[in-house]
Nanobody, 120 residues
Framework: QVQVVESGGGLVEPGGSLRLSCVASGSILRINVMGWYRQAPGKQRELVATSTSGGSTNYADSAKGRFTISRGNAKNTMYLQIDSLKPEDTAVYYC??????????????WGKGTLVTVSS
C-alpha cells in the first residue's frame, strides 16, 4: 500500500504566499520523481514542477519565478513554495510520485489534491 497526501492549501489574498507539502508513505522501495500538478476550474490538469531523486528540478514556464519545488531531508517529502500569489493560481494542487513499491513495477501514484484559492 502506498499513500500520497498533500496539505497546506487554503484561502490566500493576492500577493500572499503558501507552502504546500506532499508526503509519500507505505511500501516504498525507491522514489524516482516527485511532482506538483494543478487543475484550475474548467481547465485540464497541468504540470507545475518536478523534482528527481538526483536533485534535478524542472518547472513549467508558467511556474518559473514564483514557484519553488524542494525535497525534505526525508526524501519522501516534497514542498512547493508559491509566492506573489495571483487569482489565476487558484486550483487544486496535486502531488504525483513515480516510485518503485516493494512489490510490483514502478508506477505513478497521485494524491487527492489540496485546494488553493487566491481571492481578496
Amino acid at each position: 500500500q502506498v499513500q500520497v497526501v498533500e496539505s497546506g492549501g487554503g484561502l490566500v489574498e493576492p500577493g500572499g504566499s503558501l507552502r504546500l507539502s506532499c508526503v509519500a508513505s507505505g511500501s516504498i522501495l525507491r522514489i524516482n520523481v516527485m511532482g506538483w500538478y494543478r487543475q484550475a476550474p474548467g481547465k485540464q490538469r497541468e504540470l507545475v514542477a518536478t523534482s528527481t531523486s538526483g536533485g534535478s528540478t524542472n518547472y513549467a514556464d508558467s511556474a518559473k519565478g514564483r514557484f519553488t519545488i524542494s525535497r525534505g531531508n526525508a526524501k519522501n517529502t516534497m514542498y512547493l513554495q508559491i509566492d506573489s500569489l495571483k487569482p489565476e493560481d487558484t486550483a487544486v494542487y496535486y502531488c504525483k510520485v513515480n516510485l518503485l513499491p516493494w512489490s510490483g513495477s514502478a508506477m505513478d501514484y497521485w494524491g487527492k489534491g489540496t485546494l488553493v484559492t487566491v481571492s481578496s
